[in-house]
Structures are given as structure tokens and as C-alpha cells.
């Protein structure tokens, strides 16, 4: 539905996108993940046609996103990051605005109206000025705003920034129960959000993909394991007899338990660590107090690559 | 290829109308373009009736002469906000990923403030309608001073919008926008011409707003006066559309 093919764009010298490539499939709620700055939002302006790429294509179906600017634009739906609205208008102004804007023939522009303030839960702000609105109902309005045309496609940049948390949940499953039935890209850097709304996510960094897949594939595809331990023993002669094991990989000392307690976390590069550590234990007559092994998380992975030190 | 003409400028009209609407029904909404109307509307009728009295004559072409120093400050402070608040807001992303050129939506922008510049110009048919209850006046300089005012008033709009394009601070704009059709008006005057001679005196008189003002408002229709005030004016809404049009490949 949506592909995205090297795209690169440059802002004078400063390179926000580089060579990105992605594509969303109908009826998929990807998520667009990333810290600040790492060119998401450029990527969902550049699918919008509000600017244009340096290099590299866009196609919405058949169409390009700079030759065919207006026919996709006609498919869209758009929640910038800043959520712009119209605040000297009411909800209902501004609803109705928009509705004439996409054309919306005026017979049906109460109906669009109606089903929006349905949908997104805005009976009770309807006849209210947007400047008096809390930001929970503005987001709302800005969601409103994006689907009053029924598009095939949502770009939501950002769409549960600044909300507190029962207002991110009612977002969520706003945009969960929209999902089934529409393709939706949705920016974010809250990893909780992924998971729970995401079918798909594509991590970005400095302009470029680090990562791709569904939640549970990131997860599994990383297959990190770390084992964290605690040992009774000598602190030297533990850390010298484990780094000697091929099957394990970095080992991280942290704080210690007491004074002859002290805690690992092991690497495990193959197998099952917890019956190698076990075992360890046992031939060199250490006292194991503690073991547990975790995997890696969405969060973790996220960390591991967009973070600088372990980046890549 | 007639009838595609004629659809493409139907949809264009049907994608211009809601912002045009949208835009004209704000300017109620602002409190700054009320009181520069009001100002406007009391400054142009004391000078009016200061001269009525004082002289006890009437004369339309003294109104008319000076409007245009009025305008100085009525246009930019109806186009200050037109860009420099979506830019500021960030509104102009939602405006312009509307399926709608960059073009039509300066047209909205400039016929909207135009059609309020003429509402305010309009509540001044008071004057020449009290005067000719009074006595005489003359309907040709009226008629002619008005449309000059509307084409004098759509010129300095299309130079506001331009300006209100590049900033996001309002006063800004109002500022060097009033800077910008200052130049404009005075370029051609006998002043500025006294210290130039041959082609560039000749060029800057026609590219002043001021000379072609003082025909009409003497009552003298000139198609090259209409013609200036429309070229110049579509030149400067071609150039806020480019400048629109920049943030794509900035």
C-alpha cells in the first residue's frame, strides 16, 4: 500500500533521512519508532507531500507521492505532531470546515460530522471553543479532523504525546479499533504503545532503519539472553573462571550483595546458560544464591540500537 | 479541452471557497482588525470634516489623496497574521496536506482579506452619500477614487501576504510589510525622482503605487493604471506561492 523506497532528504547540510527504505501493507498499523530527531516526523511529512524528498521515492498504491501529490493527499488522513488546530474556531466550526476542505458533499457533512463526534467521544466539547479545551479533547478533535473523509491511510505523528495515562489508553484503543479497518503509520517513542497497538514496527535512528519486524519478531530476532546471578565466592576468581566459557559473552559485575555476594549479569551467546553457570558453580564450590535468566525486551531492544555505545 | 478547462477552474473554485470562508469569517474573530477598521474609519472622516469645516468645501479628490498613507497601515495590519500565525500555530501543515494547491490557497487568503479591506472601504460610502444630500458631488471621482482605493488596497494586500510569508512573527510582518509598500508608494515621487534623471526616473515612476493612484483619484480611468495595479498585484501572489512552495526542497 504505502511504499517507501531510499528515501533520503537533506536540510542544507544536515542529513534527516538516509537511504530508508519500508513498506506498509493494507490494513497494517505500523509503528514508527525512534528518539526525538531521528526522522520520523520527516518521513511522515514527505508521505504527506507537505515537503519533498532529496532523493528516493514514495508510492502510495500506484501513485507517487510528488507527481500524484493531491490524489494521495485525498487518501490521507493527517495528525501532525503539534496537532494544528484552528483554536478561534468551535469543535463544530472546525469540524464542518474541514468536512467542506475534503470535499464532503454538503448533504453528508452532519452525517461525517456526527459519526467523528461519535467516534472519537466529543458530545460533550462539541459547542466549545478549541482554545478551551484540554489537550486530551484536542487530540481527540486533531483525530477527528484526520478521519472525517474516511481515508484508506492515517498518518498519526505522535498522536498520544502530552495525553496522561487514561487518556493514553482511550487513544490506544481509538486507534486499535481504527486499525482494523484502515492502514495507519503511528510515530512514537513510548515503547509500551508498539506493543499494544502495532502490528509492525520499523525503528529508526539518525535518519536510518536499524530495525524491522513485528513486535514479537524484534524480540525474538535479537535472541539475547542475559542470566543475572549472584555468587558467593572470590569476586576475582568467579569473573576469571566464567570468562574462560566460549558459550558466554560479556559479564557485567553490579552491586554487590554484602561483602562475598556478588551479582552478575552473563551474556549468553548459545544454549541454556543457567545449567553451564549451575554447574560452574558446583565444580569450583561456589555458593549460588541466586539465578535468573531474562530476555531481551522491546525496550531493550530499542536501547541496544539507539543508543551510540552499543549501537549497531 | 474547453470542458477540462472549465472542470479544473470548477474544482479549483470548490477547493478555494471553504478556506476563503474560513479565512474571511477569522478576520471578525481578531480583535486587531476591528480596531484598525475603526481607526481607520475615524482618522479618513476627521480629516474629511476637518478640511468640511474649516474651508467649508467639500472635495472627495483631498479624501482620496489621502487614503493611500491610510492604507499604509490598514493593509498590513489585515495580511500580518494570514501566514505568519499558520506558521507560527503550525496550522500550515494541516493546510497545506489538504488536497489543495499551494496556489488556490493563496488566492483564498488574498481575496479574503480583500473582500474585508472593501468592507471597511465600504462603510466610507457614507461620506460622498452625505455629501451628495449636501450638495454636489462629483459621482465620476467617486467612482473612480473607489475602484482606484479597491485596485491600490489589493496591491498592497498581495505585498502583505508575500511578507507574512517569510515570518512567523506578526509584527514583523506588519512592519516590514508597511516598510515594503512605503517604498512601493513613494518611489515615483518628486522627491526621490529630483536626485535621478533618463530610464531609471522613467522606471520608477511606472513601478510606483503613487502615480498611478493620483489618476484615478482625479477621476481618470486608465487602462494602463488598471493594468499596472492587476499585473503587479498577480506577480506578487506568483511570488507567495513560490515562497510557499520553498518549504518542499528547503
Known sequence: MIQVQNLTKTYGATRALENVNFQVCPGEVLGFLGPNGAGKSTTMKIITGFISPSAGTVKVGDLDVVDNSFEIRQKLGYLAETNPLYTDMKVHEYLR???????????????????????????????????????GFRQRVGLAQAMIHNPDILILDEPTSGLDPNQIVEIRDLIRSIGKEKTIILSTHILPEVAATCSRVVIINNGTIVA???????????????????????????????????ALGAIKQY????????????????????ELLFKAAVSNKWTLI???RKSENLEDVFRRLTTKENGV | ???????????????????????????????????????????????????????????????????????????????????????????????????????????????????????????SLALPIAIGRLGDVDSGVVVAGYVGALLLGGLYLSIGLLISSFTRNQIVAFLLSLCAMFVLYIVGSGVVL???????????????????????????????????????????????TESIGSRKWR
Open chain 1, 97 to 135: 470546515f474541514v468536512a467542506a476542505a475534503r470535499h464532503i458533499p454538503s448533504s453528508e457533512r452532519s452525517n461525517a460530522i456526527k459519526a467523528m463526534v461519535q467516534v472519537c467521544g466529543l458530545f460533550a466539547v462539541v459547542g466549545k471553543s478549541i482554545d478551551a479545551l484540554s489537550k
Open chain 2, 1 to 123: 479541452m474547453h470542458d477540462m478547462k472549465y472542470s479544473n477552474i470548477q474544482s479549483s473554485i470548490a477547493n478555494i471557497r471553504p478556506l476563503l470562508a474560513r479565512e474571511f469569517v477569522s478576520y471578525f474573530n481578531s480583535p486587531i482588525a476591528y480596531v484598525f477598521a475603526a481607526v481607520f474609519l475615524v482618522v479618513t472622516n476627521w480629516i474629511f470634516f476637518q478640511q468640511f469645516f474649516l474651508i467649508n468645501q467639500a472635495l472627495m479628490r483631498d479624501w482620496f489623496g489621502f487614503l493611500p498613507w491610510v492604507f499604509l497601515f490598514l493593509a498590513p495590519a489585515i495580511t500580518m497574521r494570514s501566514w505568519a500565525e499558520e506558521k507560527k500555530s503550525n496550522t500550515i501543515e494541516f493546510l497545506l496536506t489538504l488536497p489543495i494547491k499551494d496556489s488556490e490557497v493563496v488566492i483564498a487568503k488574498f481575496f479574503s482579506s480583500f473582500f474585508f479591506l472593501a468592507i471597511v472601504l465600504g462603510l
Open chain 1, 212 to 246: 524491522q519486524g513485528t513486535p514479537d519478531e524484534l524480540m525474538r530476532g535479537s535472541s539475547r539472553e542475559v542470566v543475572y546471578i549472584k555468587i558467593k565466592g572470590d569476586r576475582g576468581i568467579i569473573r576469571q573462571t566464567l570468562s574462560e566459557y566460549h
Open chain 2, 194 to 240: 529630483l536626485f535621478l534623471q533618463g530610464p531609471i526616473a522613467g522606471v520608477l515612476q511606472y513601478i510606483s503605487a503613487a502615480t498611478h493612484f493620483s489618476s484615478m483619484s482625479r477621476g481618470v480611468f486608465d487602462t494602463r493604471d488598471i493594468v499596472y495595479y492587476i499585473s503587479f498585484t498577480l506577480f506578487f501572489l506568483y511570488l507567495n
Open chain 1, 290 to 292: 541466586e539465578m535468573y
Open chain 1, 255 to 274: 552491586a554487590p550483595e554484602g561483602r562475598d555476594i556478588h551479582a552478575f549479569a552473563v551474556e549468553i551467546k548459545e544454549g541454556d546458560g543457567r
